[in-house]
């Protein structure tokens, strides 16, 4: 094991695989002179050349689209977008053609890309670089949504990812990258996609973080425990396609409650989906009503202290989680 | 850009080759004179976009390639699929959404494809074809090939992002694509003048580092030669060119088209410029070939897309059981949910009773026809 941060361990994990197979090439931009908006790429290019790390023009549409024709003829491309809210202008190419290709010319053709981009709110950049729209991948079917919130998870599913044959949208954290974590060394530390990582055992409430949040969830938990008496047992799912939902609903069958924590919109989102799914497969298990905690139903603000009630904290998840095992009024809830 | 004038280069081929060409141009023409009569008798559903007219285009340009060259097409593909050698009849079969389909069914009119002939696919999306010829080539590129990749996109494609966006990487990267516009003058009914500033869609490129020329698309031999030309410099200086091959559709835009944006006049004049009479005529008169052979090539189109139509009306639809293949790769080592059928039950079991507890059910001692009376019952209300 070693500790190093979330940004270096998916940077281990793309120079482990170029080093492994020749047919992974990264392309995005500022991926390459520039080391990375976010550094995540920073040294790629001198190790493996501009053949295979390949800075791009500001064409997002046109980035994706090629990574696909280029995964279709047997490469494995990684294309990074800077932000997730810049992955709507290739929305054409993601939906239509990367995660539908395979389906419509009848499994003749195969889409092996990797398309990485970091969401999530906390530097105020505003309405146009903070969201996080997960909810929005995983509403394609076709497409594998991996949402990684540890050092350890973003290097293995990341390797993971390139290895596979469908297409993954690869959703990192802004605010992740500089957190540090235990990361095994093995060259193949490999991180399946459907296996939920059960972050903490509990028998009160089961609570259910997707990307950051499985870390906020965590601490909410830390004090459900110090300070109200009331066991939670943590899930990050990892995915959210494939999803684990086996382990969630054995989670629920023994606490017969359930949270979801997400950053994204509540309408039509994680929660929403992920809700629905256990009322209809453990209804009878639940002693209370799901609850969910989300991001705030608004473009995200700029001022700073908008900002930081646009999205959840630990004492929202402690409120929620208390109002689900009935020691509190209810009064969690968006934002 | 310069290339030789037409004079010099536009010269017939062999005649066996000349032949090939004619009796191609005549099958795709004959074929989708039939699938417009099967879509007229509802055995052809959705779009149903009919490229004739554009026959001298489809073909000129893609025998200018290789077999191991690439092949990219739009929403108007059938011609496409025909010209690099998919049967007749899995592309009527597809047409019919049957199981024999080059797509097995789930692409349609509008999403041929068929990998083993390099013909990657038709696509839905104007001018969303663009970047994928570019990764096809990026991937020729990467792996040391020479083979080259031909884009085929209509004048509408040109206002798409894409086209600025991949012609100018495209050359940027030094891929060897060549870009093709077939011109028919229209994007769906907006005529080419009210929908771009520049008429000239060959200049088109020229800010984004990719030259252009133009070829007559209305005759086979001059967009061969055009196309040839274009093929062979990519292939040698790695550098994308775009060609304008200037032609118009006889038919509507898709078979739902009233067509109230051009005149009888109009598309009259062009007809008269039918390339397949034109070319076979050519042909006669040069002694290539003479009328006898011309009557017995449309007469061999037309049986054998007959037989196409046999084949795909034989052929069955998909088994609703297959509704869920290929929406993902499943040969890895994945666990989980990919796809979710909220109305299915065993999606997601309660955990599995012991070994003690199902002896105890006696599942096997259903009488057979009980069982089969579940079975039916499941059917009916899933």
Known sequence: MSEMRYRDALGAALREELRRDERVLLMGEDIGVFGGAFKVTAGLLEEFGERRVRDTPISENTIVGIGVGAAMRGLRPVVELMTINFSLLAFDQIVNHAAHIHYMFGGQARVPLVVRMPQGAGHQLGPTHSHCLEAMFLHVPGLLVAVPATAADAKGLLKTAIRDDNPVIFIEHESLYGVRGEVPDSDEHLVDFGRARVAREGSDVTIVGISRMALTAERAAGTLAEQHGVQAEVIDPRTLRPLDLDTILASVRKTNRCVIVEEGWPHGGVGANLAALVCEQAFDELDAPVQRVSGADVPMPYSKPLEDIAYPHEPQIVDAALAAVGLAGGAAGSG | ?382
């Open chain 2, 1 to 382: 850009m310069a290339r030789p004038s037409h004079a010099a280069v536009a010269r017939l081929p062999e005649p066996e080759v000349a032949r090939e060409w004619l009796a191609t141009m005549t099958l795709i023409r004959r074929f989708e004179e039939r699938a417009g009569e099967m879509y007229a008798r509802a055995k052809v559903g959705g779009f149903l976009h009919l490229s004739i007219g554009e026959e001298a285009t489809i073909v000129g340009s893609a025998r200018a390639l290789r077999e191991s060259d690439y092949l990219v097409s739009t929403y108007r593909s059938h011609g496409h699929a025909l010209v690099r050698g998919t049967p007749p009849e899995q592309v009527m079969a597809e047409l019919f959404g049957r199981v024999d389909g080059c797509s097995r069914g789930r692409g349609g009119s509008m999403h041929m494809f068929d990998l083993g002939r390099r013909f990657m696919g038709g696509y839905g999306i104007v001018g969303g074809n663009l970047p994928i010829a570019a990764g096809i080539a990026l991937a020729s590129d990467y792996e040391g090939s020479d083979e080259v990749t031909l884009c085929t996109f209509g004048d509408g494609a040109c206002n798409q992002g894409t086209f600025g966006e991949t012609l100018n990487l495209a050359a940027l990267w030094r891929l060897p694509v060549v870009f093709i516009v077939t011109n028919n003058q229209f994007g769906m009914g907006t005529a080419l003048r009210r929908h771009s500033a520049v008429t000239d869609l060959r200049r088109k490129g020229e800010g984004l580092g990719v030259p252009g020329m133009r070829c007559d698309g209305m005759d086979v031999v001059d967009t061969h030669a055009a196309l040839s030309w274009a093929v062979e410099r990519v292939r040698t200086e790695r550098r994308p060119v775009l060609v304008e091959a200037v032609t118009y559709r006889f038919r509507g835009h898709s078979m739902a088209d009233p067509e109230q944006y051009r005149t009888k006049e109009e598309v009259a004049q062009w007809r008269a410029r039918d390339p397949i009479p034109a070319f076979g005529e050519l042909l006669v008169r040069e002694g290539a070939l003479d009328e006898g052979e011309r009557e017995r090539i449309d007469a061999e189109a037309i049986a054998r897309v007959d037989a196409a139509v046999r084949f795909a009306e034989s052929s069955p639809f998909p088994e609703p059981d297959s509704l869920y293949d290929d929406v993902y790769v499943l040969e890895g080592p994945l666990a989980g949910t990919y796809s979710v059928r909220t109305t299915d039950p065993e999606a997601h079991p309660e955990p599995e009773p012991d070994a003690a507890a199902q002896a105890v059910d006696g599942a096997d001692e259903i009488p057979q026809q009980m069982s089969d009376a579940l079975l039916l019952g499941e059917e009916a209300t899933s």
